[in-house]
């Protein structure tokens, strides 16, 4: 098997979901996209590798990092990567990705420059946040963000910095996009990727719990009364819905944004809308199911929408997407989202103030020598 074709058959493997709306694509960038994502997913895997020691996710982390901005050597130091990564845990098609990244680099040095410099600045902005964030981490107690502003400043890193490099590739390929539509897609970029990665940690509330870290922001769970500890406890339903609603709330606003930057899209970009529509309906679905759940924080089990919705979602959204009128009131119907607080606003620009004042290129990240 050679090395694209590798990549595309481990896309699904490693990613049901996003196998499916990236496949929509064609040519360029979906090769780019491809590749970016499964840049992302190998980072991914360091991050949420269970039984790694803190340290050596941080400099797997940022050693990623700098293979990716760095061609020079970078023959030998994959090389060293690879075997590194040999100790992170997963699933066994994670695994297999880690081990064979230097074929996924492979398609990465064909693809055009000004792709590559955009995969390059989101995967990198990426990795060195999340081990921004795993120096947070506390072994003997469940990790908590603090508030809705750590929220937002995680899920840049995992998913907004992914969007604006979605936005940056879409703008590129859409030659006669008008100024108004530039604007709109490049302010709702940061949020379409917050909407669906906040979507994930409602969903994700027990599993993450296990891992020892809890993405529901500390303010959310006191506000209600609870302390963290009751909270994932279950010692109160009717407490753990309001602080799940209220992650909802947020969830929602971040995913009406995400349907304001889908509709800027010219209608005879087709292919693109539909890349943008179907993860952005199944996070609504999945709100919807979320929604006064009695019993997520009951079971380990994951909170998934049916398949056969999945494939209400692929079928019926070719037939609309070049409609806004007709995607608006599909995506209404969803969810009646007047029972959601919508007084909250995403402020992109304090959120890239904040940013700008974290130390992303001071991270601690030495382990002991005997540590790889």
């Given at each position: 098997m050679d090395d694209w074709n590798y990549c595309v058959s481990t896309l699904p493997k490693v990613s049901r979901t996003f196998a499916l709306n990236i496949s929509v694509l064609k040519g360029d960038l979906h090769k780019s996209i491809l590749v970016a994502y499964l840049f992302c997913r190998t980072i991914d895997t360091v991050e949420d590798a269970s039984k790694l020691e803190t340290s050596i996710k941080i400099k797997l982390l940022l050693n990623f990092a700098s293979i990716l901005k760095n061609t020079k050597n970078r023959s030998s130091t994959l090389d060293q990567w690879t075997k590194n990564a040999s100790v992170v845990d997963g699933s066994l098609t994670d695994i297999d990705l880690l081990q064979n990244i230097r074929r996924v680099f492979n398609i990465f040095d064909s693809l055009q420059e000004t792709h590559q410099q955009q995969i390059i600045s989101s995967v990198c902005t990426m990795a060195q946040g999340m081990a921004y964030f795993q120096k947070k981490f506390d072994v003997e107690k469940i990790t908590l963000l603090e508030d809705a502003k750590e929220l937002e400043e995680y899920c840049y890193f995992v998913a907004g910095a992914v969007g604006e490099m979605l936005c940056n590739l879409f703008i590129n390929e859409i030659p006669n996009l008008p100024e108004s539509n530039n604007k709109i897609m490049r302010?709702?970029?940061?949020?379409?990727?917050?909407?669906?990665?906040?979507?994930?940690?409602?969903?994700?509330?027990?599993?993450?719990?296990?891992?020892?870290?809890?993405?529901?922001?500390?303010?959310?769970?006191?506000?209600?009364?609870?302390?963290?500890?009751?909270?994932?406890?279950?010692?109160?339903?009717?407490?753990?819905?309001?602080?799940?609603?209220?992650?909802?709330?947020?969830?929602?606003?971040?995913?009406?944004?995400?349907?304001?930057?889908?509709?800027?899209?010219?209608?005879?970009?087709?292919?693109?809308?539909?890349?943008?529509?179907?993860?952005?309906?199944?996070?609504?679905?999945?709100?919807?199911?979320?929604?006064?759940?009695?019993?997520?924080?009951?079971?380990?089990?994951?909170?998934?929408?049916?398949?056969?919705?999945?494939?209400?979602?692929?079928?019926?959204?070719?037939?609309?997407?070049?409609?806004?009128?007709?995607?608006?009131?599909?995506?209404?119907?969803?969810?009646?989202?007047?029972?959601?607080?919508?007084?909250?606003?995403?402020?992109?620009?304090?959120?890239?103030?904040?940013?700008?004042?974290?130390?992303?290129?001071?991270?601690?990240?030495?382990?002991?020598?005997?540590?790889?």
């Open positions: 302010k709702n970029a940061i949020s379409f990727g917050l909407g669906l990665q906040i979507t994930n940690i409602s969903k994700d509330i027990v599993v993450d719990r296990g891992r020892g870290w809890s993405y529901v922001p500390r303010t959310y769970i006191e506000a209600n009364g609870l302390t963290p500890d009751e909270f994932h406890s279950g010692k109160s339903a009717e407490k753990d819905l309001k602080v799940l609603q209220k992650l909802l709330n947020k969830t929602v606003g971040h995913l009406n944004d995400a349907l304001n930057f889908t509709l800027a899209i010219p209608r005879s970009y087709a292919r693109i809308r539909l890349f943008c529509i179907w993860p952005l309906w199944m996070a609504m679905e999945t709100v919807a199911e979320l929604n006064n759940n009695h019993d997520l924080l009951k079971s380990n089990a994951n909170v998934k929408i049916s398949r056969d919705t999945v494939k209400r979602i692929l079928r019926r959204t070719p037939f609309i997407c070049w409609s806004n009128s007709l995607l608006q009131r599909s995506f209404s119907n969803i969810l009646k989202t007047e029972k959601f607080d919508s007084s909250y606003h995403f402020n992109i620009e304090q959120l890239k103030e904040r940013l700008n004042d974290l130390s992303l290129d001071n991270i601690p990240s030495k382990p002991q020598e005997n540590e790889f």
